[in-house]
C-alpha cells in the first residue's frame, strides 16, 4: 500500500506491507534507526516517535497509520544543524550511559516540555514511567529534562 | 586535587563524552541497527518442553519453501563453554549450539534463514519435531536428591570427560582456621537461611548478530558481546575457522550486566546459517526470546557466624546451593567467587566453605552485576545487623569494627586470587555517610505503629577491580592498547575493550590526553574490531577502567617517550627535560623545554616533521597484566517508608559513599551509583522469575509486563539521592583509579532489606521483599 506522510520535516511517500510496523518501516526500510526495538509490545519505551506532536510506540503502530500525518523521530531533531536543548542537556548531565533508551527518552521529554513547560519533578517522572532504562536509575534523565526546561524558560 | 596530592588537569573534571552526540541524535549503531544487502534473516525453533529428547525431526517443508535450515546435525558436535574468561582446568563445557536433547524452555534446536522475517516464521513454524517428553526438575534442592531425573550423563572439564552425579555441576570447599573453636570461643552464635531470586538483566538491547561469510571462508561478525576476542576465540573452537578470518566488530552495548560475558547462542547459530546459506545472517532475538536466553543465578545459603561480646566476628561456616539452570556458564569460578566475597566483607579468625552448584531444567543463569557479591552481601549485611543487636552493639561500629581494610588480605576472586589491600576509605564513607543520612536518629526497629513506617537501613560492600593478581591464577585478566600519533597533533586510540555504557573508554582518553599533555578532543577513540586490536579479555569484573586503563596508561607513557626522543632532536635539548603541555586554541599538545624561550614544537609539526624525514610512525602497542584486583568500596544509606495496608515500599532518601581511588568521570561514576541503587532496588523488592511447575516454563513467558523493574515514578528525587565520593590513591591503579561499576550495586540491596527491617522490626530471609511478604510476616507478628 501506497502512504504518504512527512517525516522529520520532509515529505515522503513509501509502499508498505498491510501490517507492516512504524517501528519497522523507520528501521528496515528508512534507515532511521534511532527508535529502538526493546519489547515490541509498548512497555519499554524505546521505541518512542512523536506523530501529529503526540509520543507513540512505534512499535504497537501501523505504518498505514501515520498515512498524512506528521513524523518526527529522533533524527529529525534539533534545527540548522543545532542540538535541541534537551539533547544538549541529556550529554551535560551525564543523562547517557548505554544510550539504547536515550532516543525514546529524548523524544517522550520532548512531547511532554511541550505539553507543560515547567513540570514538576514528580510530573516528570510520571510522564517518562513508560521508557525504562536500566543503567542510569533515571537521576541524571530527571536531571537533564529539568535543565532543559529551565533553558527554554530562560529562551522564551 | 587527589588525596596524594597530585592535581591532574583532565582527570576528575566533568567532560562530555565522546559518544555522547551520536547517542543523543539517534546515530549511535548497536548490534541490530547494522544490516547487509542481501542478508537473510533468521529464526530459532526451541524447545516448548523444560525437558525433552528430539526423536524426530523434519525440515523437508521450510526447505521447501526455500529456506536454510539447521539443526544439530548440521554443526560440528563440539562441546564447549561459552565463556572463556577462565583457563581450561577451571572449566566445564555442557553446551552445544543446537541440541537434541533441550533441558530447558527455549533451548534451540533448529533454526532457520529466509528472506524476510515473515518467511523464516513460517518456514520455522512448517518444521515438524516428534519430542520425547522427559520429566523436569525445577527446584535445586530436590535436583540433588538420588533417583529423579539427571540432566547431563558426563560433561568436559577442560578435555576431560567427567560424570555427573546427583545434577551436581560442580563443587569447591575451602578452610581456614580452626572452626570449631573458632564457634567456642563466641558469646553469639546465629545461624540462618538466605534465598535469592532468579533475576532477568533486563538490559534494554536484545541478544543480536549479523554474521556476514567472507570469499576466504571467514566470517565478520556484528554481536551483542562483552569481549570481540573471547567471541572470536570461540567460533574458531566450534567452527574450526582459522582464527584471523574471523572479524569480530566492537559496538557499543545496549546495556548488558554480564550478560553477554559469555558469547551468546545466537552468535554461534547465525554463524552456522550464514556459512550454510553462503549469505549474510541477521538473528536479532525478540524480548521474549531474550528473557529464556539467560538469567542471573539464584543462590540458597545457610550461613553461621560467631560473635564475641565485644563485637568482634570469631568464626564463620558458609554452605551455598546455587541454582544454575541448564548449563554451565561460569559456575566454577563463581562458586570461588562467592567465598572470596564473603570472606573479604568482615575479618573471619576461622572459616568454612562448601559451595555446591545444581543444574535444574531452568533458562541458564549467568552473572548479572556484581557476580554473586549483591546476594552475598545482603546474607552478610542482614545477619551483622542481628549480631550487632545481639550484642547490643551501633550496626554501623560493628561494622567498622571487623571490616576488611587496608594492609588486610583480599580475597578478590575467590582463593586462587589473592591480594593486600592497599587503598581502602571504608572508614570515611561510614562516617560521613551515616551523618548525610541521620544515622543517630533512625527508628528503634518495630517501635513504630500506624500505617506508614519509616525506616533507615546500612549496607556496606565492595568489588574487585578486575581479576588481575602477582600469579596467574585460573582466570585470564589483561588487556591491551595500541596508540598512533597522526599528523595533525590527533591520537588514535585502539582498544578491543566494549564500553557496556559506563564510560569505560572515556575514561581511557582521559587518562591518554593527562599522560601525553594533550587536550582530550585530540584523543578519538577509533572503531575496531578483532583483526586490528590486541587481545583484552571482556569488560566484565569492574576492570575497565582499571585495567584497560592501565592498558591505556603504559601505551601513553611509551609513545610520550618516542615523542619527547624526536622533540630533542629537533629542538637540540635533552628529552628527559621537556615537557608536554596542551594548548586549546592550537587543539594540540605542545612539546617544549622548561625555561627556555623558542624551545617548542606541536606534536602535530614533530609528527609531520618524522613523515618527511621519514623517522616513521610514533606509535606503541601495550598489553598489560594488572598484578593486583583492588577492591572499590562502596556503602549504601536508604531510608524506605513501608505502607503496612498495602505492603508497598517506597525509597525516600538515599545517600551513596565510594572509594574508587582516584575519580575520573565524576558525572558519570555518579551515575554507576544511581543505577546500582535501581537495580539493587529491583534486586531487593521487585525482581524475580518463578517458573510455572505445570509447564516447566518461565510463568510470565518471557513478557516484561510481568517482569518490573524500577521506573523513574519509583526512584526517590534527585535531591533525595547523594552520592559522595572518599578519595584515596591506588597505587596499582592508573593515576590512582580503581573499578567502581559492581560495588556501585553490590550492598544496595541490603541497605534496602535492613532499612526495611528497621521499619517493621521483621527481618526477612528471602528476596525479593515483595508486599506479599512483608504482608504475611507483619500477621504473623501480630
Not at chain 2, 532468579?198 to 543480536?208: A, D, F, G, I, N
Not at chain 2, 539467560?294 to 568482634?312: E, T, V
Request: hydrophobic share 40%.
Amino acid at each position: 500500500m501506497r502512504i504518504e506522510f512527512t517525516l522529520n520535516g520532509r515529505r515522503r511517500r513509501v509502499d508498505v506491507e498491510p501490517n507492516q510496523l512504524l517501528l519497522n518501516l523507520l528501521r528496515d526500510e528508512l534507515g532511521l534507526t534511532g527508535a529502538k526495538y526493546g519489547c515490541g509490545i509498548g512497555v519499554c519505551g524505546a521505541c518512542t516517535v512523536l506523530l501529529d506532536g503526540e509520543p507513540v510506540l512505534s512499535c504497537l503502530i501501523l505504518a498505514v497509520e501515520v498515512d498524512g500525518k506528521t513524523v518526527e523521530t529522533i533524527e529529525g531533531l534539533g534545527e540548522g544543524g543545532r542540538l535541541d536543548p534537551l539533547q544538549e542537556a541529556f550529554i551535560e548531565t551525564g543523562a547517557i550511559q548505554c544510550g539504547f533508551c536515550t532516543p525514546g527518552f529524548i523524544m517522550a521529554a520532548k512531547a511532554l516540555l511541550e505539553e507543560n513547560p515547567e513540570p514538576t519533578e514528580r510530573e516528570i517522572r510520571e510522564y517518562l514511567k513508560g521508557n525504562l532504562c536500566r543503567c542510569t536509575g533515571y537521576v541524571n534523565i530527571v536531571k537533564a529534562v529539568k535543565l532543559a526546561a529551565e533553558r527554554a524558560k530562560y529562551l522564551t | 586535587m587527589s588525596m596524594s596530592g597530585k592535581s591532574f588537569r583532565v582527570l576528575g573534571e566533568r567532560t562530555a563524552r565522546k559518544d555522547g552526540l551520536a547517542r543523543v541524535r539517534g546515530l549511535e549503531r548497536y548490534a541490530s541497527d547494522y544490516y547487509l544487502r542481501n542478508m537473510l534473516h533468521a529464526r530459532v525453533l526451541k524447545s516448548p518442553y523444560p525437558h525433552a529428547r528430539v526423536r524426530s525431526i523434519d525440515v523437508s517443508e521450510a526447505e521447501g519453501l526455500g529456506a536454510t535450515v539447521i539443526t544439530f546435525r548440521d554443526i560440528p558436535r563440539v562441546r564447549f563453554c561459552p565463556r572463556l574468561v577462565s583457563t581450561p582446568e577451571a572449566t566445564y563445557k555442557d553446551w552445544l549450539v543446537l541440541t537434541d536433547r533441550p533441558l530447558y524452555v527455549g533451548e534451540p534446536i533448529a533454526a532457520v534463514a529466509a528472506e524476510s522475517e515473515e518467511e523464516a516464521q513460517r518456514a520455522l513454524e512448517s518444521i515438524r519435531v516428534e519430542y520425547e517428553v522427559l520429566e523436569p526438575i525445577l527446584d535445586p534442592l530436590d535436583s540433588m536428591r538420588p533417583g529423579g531425573p539427571q540432566l547431563h550423563e558426563t560433561i568436559l572439564l577442560g578435555d576431560e570427560e567427567v560424570r555427573v552425579e546427583g545434577n551436581l555441576a560442580c563443587r569447591l570447599e575451602v578452610a581456614e582456621g580452626d572452626v570449631e573453636k573458632g564457634f567456642g570461643e563466641a558469646d553469639v552464635v546465629l545461624e540462618r537461611e538466605y534465598r535469592t531470586s532468579r533475576r532477568y538483566h533486563s538490559q534494554l538491547e536484545v541478544k543480536s548478530a549479523l554474521v556476514n561469510p567472507e570469499p576466504d571462508g571467514g566470517v565478520s561478525i556484528w554481536c551483542t558481546t562483552q569481549t570481540i576476542h573471547n567471541t572470536r576465540l570461540l567460533i574458531h573452537e566450534i567452527f574450526g575457522i582459522p582464527t584471523s578470518r574471523i572479524r569480530v566488530y566492537r559496538l557499543p552495548l545496549g546495556g548488558s550486566f554480564g550478560s553477554s560475558i559469555h558469547t551468546n547462542l545466537v552468535v554461534p547459530i547465525a554463524v552456522a546459517l550464514a556459512l550454510k546459506a553462503g549469505r549474510p545472517v541477521k538473528l536479532a532475538y525478540t524480548r521474549e526470546e531474550d528473557m529464556h536466553d539467560h538469567s542471573s543465578y539464584q543462590m540458597i545459603f545457610r550461613l553461621k557466624l560467631g560473635a564475641k561480646r565485644d563485637g568482634r566476628l570469631t568464626a564463620g561456616e558458609l554452605d551455598m546451593v546455587m541454582d544454575i539452570g541448564a548449563h554451565q556458564v561460569q559456575a566454577y569460578p563463581l562458586l570461588g567467587c562467592v567465598v572470596g566475597w564473603w570472606v573479604s566483607l568482615y575479618k573471619l579468625p576461622s572459616k568454612r566453605y562448601r559451595g555446591r552448584a545444581i543444574y535444574t531444567n531452568k533458562v541458564p543463569s549467568c552473572a548479572m552485576r556484581g557476580y554473586g557479591n549483591p546476594q552475598t552481601t545482603w546474607m552478610v549485611e542482614s545477619m551483622v545487623d542481628e549480631l550487632a543487636e545481639a550484642v547490643g552493639m551501633d550496626p554501623l561500629e560493628f561494622r567498622l569494627k571487623n571490616y576488611v581494610g587496608k594492609g588486610d588480605i583480599f580475597w578478590g576472586q575467590g582463593p586462587t586470587v589473592k591480594s593486600v589491600i592497599e587503598s581502602c576509605g571504608v572508614e570515611e564513607i561510614l562516617r560521613r555517610g551515616a551523618e548525610l543520612i541521620g544515622w543517630d536518629k533512625r527508628p528503634k526497629p518495630g517501635e513504630q505503629r500506624g500505617r506508614y513506617r519509616r525506616g533507615i537501613g546500612l549496607g556496606r560492600g565492595f568489588h574487585t577491580s578486575s581479576a588481575g593478581a602477582a600469579v596467574p591464577g585460573t582466570v585470564v585478566d589483561y588487556s591491551g592498547a595500541i596508540l598512533k600519533v597522526n599528523e595533525d597533533g590527533t591520537i588514535d586510540y585502539i582498544t578491543a575493550m566494549v564500553d557496556q555504557g559506563g564510560g569505560s573508554l572515556e575514561a581511557h582518553a582521559k587518562i591518554i590526553a593527562e599522560e601525553l599533555g594533550v587536550p582530550l578532543e585530540v584523543v578519538n577513540i577509533v572503531a575496531a574490531d578483532t583483526q586490528t586490536t590486541l587481545y583484552d579479555v571482556c569488560t566484565h569484573a569492574s576492570r575497565g577502567v582499571y585495567a584497560g586503563g592501565g592498558a591505556a596508561l603504559r601505551a601513553a607513557r611509551e609513545v610520550k617517550g618516542k615523542l619527547l626522543e624526536l622533540a630533542a632532536r629537533v629542538l637540540d635539548a635533552y628529552p628527559h627535560a621537556l615537557e608536554i603541555r596542551p594548548d586549546e586554541e592550537l587543539g594540540q599538545g605542545i612539546i617544549y623545554a622548561r625555561g627556555v624561550e623558542g624551545k617548542e614544537i606541536t606534536i602535530g609539526d614533530l609528527t609531520t616533521m618524522a613523515r618527511h624525514k621519514n623517522w616513521g610512525t610514533i606509535a606503541s602497542a601495550v598489553s598489560f597484566r594488572p598484578g593486583s584486583c583492588p577492591p572499590h568500596f562502596t556503602a549504601f544509606f536508604a531510608e524506605v517508608e513501608v505502607d503496612t495496608s498495602t505492603g508497598r515500599v517506597r525509597p525516600v532518601r538515599v545517600v551513596a559513599g565510594a572509594d574508587i581511588g582516584t575519580v575520573i568521570n565524576p558525572d558519570l561514576a555518579e551515575g554507576q551509583i544511581h543505577g546500582g541503587f535501581a537495580m539493587g532496588w529491583g534486586l531487593a523488592v521487585l525482581e524475580d522469575t518463578p517458573y510455572d511447575p505445570e509447564t516447566g516454563d518461565l510463568l510470565c513467558r518471557g513478557y516484561i509486563t510481568d517482569y518490573k523493574v524500577p521506573t523513574a515514578a519509583d526512584m526517590p528525587d534527585v535531591e533525595d539521592f547523594k552520592v559522595f565520593f572518599v578519595e584515596t590513591h591506588e597505587p596499582t591503579g592508573p593515576f590512582g583509579a580503581k573499578g567502581l561499576g559492581e560495588a556501585a550495586k553490590n550492598p544496595a540491596a541490603a541497605a534496602v532489606a535492613n532499612a526495611i527491617s528497621n521499619a517493621l522490626g521483621v527481618r526477612f530471609y528471602e528476596l525479593p521483599i515483595t508486599p506479599d511478604r512483608i504482608l504475611k510476616a507483619l500477621r504473623e507478628k501480630g
